[in-house]
């Protein structure tokens, strides 16, 4: 099969672009560079330095004839969009109707779409929401999200065009950015590596649905051929504090270390975690990599990166 990966030199979409490789897929990425590094693209893959938005796009769609579409591209900064939801819907939602645009014209079979089940369903309390829970999105890259989920129904209906939307929980794992907004894990690595203080905002009782990005990658892999017309969340269905997760890392690396405690920023959500039964019975997936496994691994990687 040829599979497009927008945003394939990022974090996830790398990782998925080598697990398409290594199952044997002809992979091309489109990707801009603003956050992703040439350095993360598998050499199997053919790569073009292009955004989304570019009038050039059709050109690529014309010249490779994909099969399917995994849509990785996206600006993912929460705060970003809440500071400027222009530019959010810029990239996000008017990217993504460009993308789905020229996959309508070269008849693509299929999109794969990465959506964000770590802010569509707004604050979860001590509810775990599963893919038919209301929604309630509380920043404009959440809503972007959902739009195009719903742009995706609409494409289906019209044209025919077959989707999954994977809504993620919160991903971390091996070539997340440590310098960025996005990504806790890679900033706590980045900091307790080079022994520098680490900060929590609010008491660190704040939970998150952490998944390992080798578990995502291989719910992408089964979403070529299963989970049609089908919105899937992907995590652990396991609420884990910012406090645990620091304290996890710091027994991994040996470090006495206490964190900084800072103000609570505003809107952030106490408590988001997913149910993923749908996951198991609809793509036959589950996560494998324990979070214990999984911060070693990123750990490593970060340990490694900085050597």
């Given at each position: 099969m040829k599979i497009l990966v927008t945003g394939g030199a990022g974090f996830i979409g790398?990782?998925?672009?080598?697990?398409?490789?290594?199952?044997?897929?002809?992979?091309?990425?489109?990707?801009?560079?603003?956050?992703g590094k040439k350095a993360s693209i598998?050499?199997?893959?053919?790569?073009?330095?292009?955004?989304?938005?570019?009038?050039?796009?059709?050109?690529?769609?014309?010249?490779?004839?994909?099969?399917?579409?995994?849509?990785?591209?996206?600006?993912?900064?929460?705060?970003?969009?809440?500071?400027?939801?222009?530019?959010?819907?810029k990239i996000n939602i008017l990217?993504?109707?460009?993308?789905?645009?020229?996959?309508?014209?070269?008849?693509?079979?299929?999109?794969?779409?990465?959506s964000s089940g770590g802010t569509i369903y707004g604050e979860c309390s001590s509810k775990t929401p599963d893919e038919?829970?209301?929604?309630?999105?509380?920043?404009?890259?959440?809503?972007?999200?959902?739009?195009?989920?719903?742009?995706?129904?609409?494409?289906?209906?019209?044209?025919?065009?077959?989707?999954t939307v994977l809504r993620y929980g919160n991903v971390y794992g091996p070539r997340q950015d440590p310098h960025g907004e996005a990504g806790v894990v890679a900033i706590f690595s980045g900091k307790m590596l080079k022994n520098e203080k680490v900060k929590i905002f609010g008491d660190g009782k704040q939970m998150r649905d952490y998944v390992f990005v080798s578990d995502i990658a291989k719910a992408n892999l089964l979403s070529l051929s299963k989970?049609?017309?089908?919105?899937?969340?992907?995590?652990?269905?396991?609420?884990?504090?910012?406090?645990?997760?620091?304290?996890?890392?710091?027994?991994?690396i040996t470090s006495k270390e206490k964190p900084v405690?800072?103000?609570?920023?505003?809107?952030?959500?106490?408590?988001?975690?997913?149910?993923?039964?749908?996951?198991?019975?609809?793509?036959?997936?589950k996560p494998e990599v324990s979070m214990a496994a999984g911060l070693r691994k990123t750990l490593d990687y970060f340990r490694n990166l900085g050597s």
């Open positions: 790398s990782n998925i672009a080598d697990a398409y490789i290594k199952a044997g897929h002809r992979v091309v990425i489109i990707d801009n560079l603003s956050s598998n050499q199997k893959a053919k790569f073009y330095k292009l955004d989304i938005n570019s009038h050039d796009l059709g050109k690529i769609f014309s010249r490779e004839k994909f099969d399917l579409v995994n849509h990785h591209a996206a600006q993912i900064d929460v705060r970003k969009s809440v500071s400027d939801p222009a530019f959010d819907a990217g993504s109707l460009n993308i789905f645009e020229n996959a309508k014209k070269y008849r693509v079979k299929k999109i794969i779409f990465a038919n829970s209301a929604v309630n999105p509380l920043s404009p890259y959440g809503i972007a999200k959902l739009s195009i989920e719903f742009y995706l129904k609409y494409y289906r209906a019209l044209y025919g065009m077959k989707y989970g049609n017309d089908e919105i899937i969340n992907i995590g652990t269905g396991e609420a884990t504090s910012v406090n645990k997760l620091f304290g996890e890392m710091a027994k991994i405690y800072l103000p609570k920023r505003p809107g952030e959500l106490f408590r988001s975690v997913l149910n993923i039964k749908k996951a198991k019975r609809v793509l036959g997936w």
